[in-house]
């Protein structure tokens, strides 16, 4: 196998296809679908953080004993949503929602992909939310609340900041799988990196370097992105 | 200034309080003795709502508290807290802590509330820590600080839930005085407390609690060297 896989990268392989690469402007392609992809995962992660704070919010709410039913009826909503993200693939999930869910709608496919991942990612941050403000010591909210702020003003000047610091390194351990997954989205013929690298194997019969170039171009997004975060979580540490 | 009617509370099939029926007058320092599970801290933390009675009522400066028309936020300004864990803000420097309530709730400029907290430091004692974070400060500082950032507020009325029984024993000192002080200037409080010798020097008044009920209660300095219940008597011979 190792055998195999250095024939493959030798060196005069490797030249034509850079030829080309070049020449075909297959860099355009790549750049291309480096756009969707983040694109894509823009979207879903929009999408995702709104569904996860709503889930989350209805999964902690207490309402009053007169609406104790209607609490009962979202919470319900709410975990089974949970449990049938997390309990089927995410690749079912994309192909239902684009066959299925808007089968003849004429919404672009990057947008019904966006739906579809920001559902699927909506489920994972409901759950990191909820730990994140669950995990903060609840005489917080009692000293809030004891020099009058009302429970949301508490929520937003004293819980939410520190369960925030607490929820980034899960928030970029999060992301990241996004960037990630979104590779299955050619499934739905969706354009992005991995659609970039197939398109470039079947028009130069190499799949050794688009596989390499579009690893490389996830490892740069993820790569980029994780550094920029390491660094807001520090400058975020410095003040306590 | 405070009245309690008959008040009760339940958590499940518990029993905490059974029938409390008490006052408190503008000035006084009212000590609650007793030994744990006597519902000594529920009894406090109902004068403030952080609890909810299950029956009876709280009337504070003539207004029911536990009337849910009653704009608990408005009563809680007037009533201010110091909690056994301190429950600073643990991403906020000392002076954020202090100024924060004033500024969002009673809409003070940020120069006004931190006039008024640089008072409230010398007060405390602790004017070179304004700039520093929580996680900076010893136990008994941290306990200085929530005084003080509860009395920013310009409560009527303190309330102090076991305020030194976290502290390492050399740190006790230096909170009890801070608190003495408040007495001396006529603060009208409350304080649940096991220091004894505090609870003696001063108090004006002295309520004995077992089993969710006031036993004995009285001027501390009689009830201390002249004990009428057998309970009370027990209690002391164990304490002393």
Known sequence: ?240 | MIKINDLYKNFGNLEVLKGITDYVNKGEVVVIIGPSGSGKSTYLRCVNLMEMPTKGQIFVDDMDITNPKVDINQIRQKVGMVFQHFNLFPHMTVLENITLAPIKIKKLSKEEAEKIAYGLLDKVGLREKANEYPSRLSGGQKQRIAIARSLAMNPEVMLFDEPTSALDPEMVKEVLEVIKDLAREGMTMMIVTHEMGFAKEVGTRLLFMDEGKIIEEGDPKEIFDNPKEERMKMFLSKVL
């Open chain 1, 1 to 240: 196998m190792l055998e195999n896989f250095l024939v493959k990268i030798q060196w005069q392989q490797t030249v034509d296809f850079y030829k080309v690469f070049f020449e075909k402007q297959f860099y355009l392609v790549v750049f291309n679908g480096m756009l969707w992809t983040l694109g894509l995962t823009a979207i879903a992660l929009v999408i995702g953080m709104m569904i996860g704070i709503l889930v989350a919010v209805v999964q902690m709410s207490q309402f009053p004993s007169k609406f104790k039913w209607l609490e009962k009826i979202l919470k319900w909503i709410t975990k089974t949503y949970i449990d049938i993200i997390r309990g089927t693939p995410a690749v079912v999930q994309i192909v239902f929602m684009w066959s299925v869910i808007f089968a003849g709608s004429n919404l672009p496919r990057i947008v019904v992909g966006g739906i579809a991942f920001g559902v699927n990612s909506g489920a994972y941050m409901a759950e990191l939310i909820r730990a994140g403000i669950q995990g903060i010591d609840k005489g917080q909210m009692e000293a809030g609340r004891s020099l009058g702020f009302k429970y949301m003003e508490t929520m937003r000047y004293i819980i939410m900041p520190q369960a925030f610091k607490q929820m980034l390194p899960a928030f970029v351990s999060e992301f990241i799988i996004l960037i990630k997954e979104t590779a299955i989205i050619s499934f739905i013929g969706g354009l992005d990196l991995m659609k970039a690298s197939s398109i470039m194997v079947s028009r130069t019969m190499n799949a050794t370097q688009p596989l390499l170039i579009v690893a490389a171009c996830y490892l740069l997004l993820t790569g980029v992105f994780t550094k920029v975060m390491r660094r807001v979580e520090k400058k975020i540490n410095i003040s306590s």
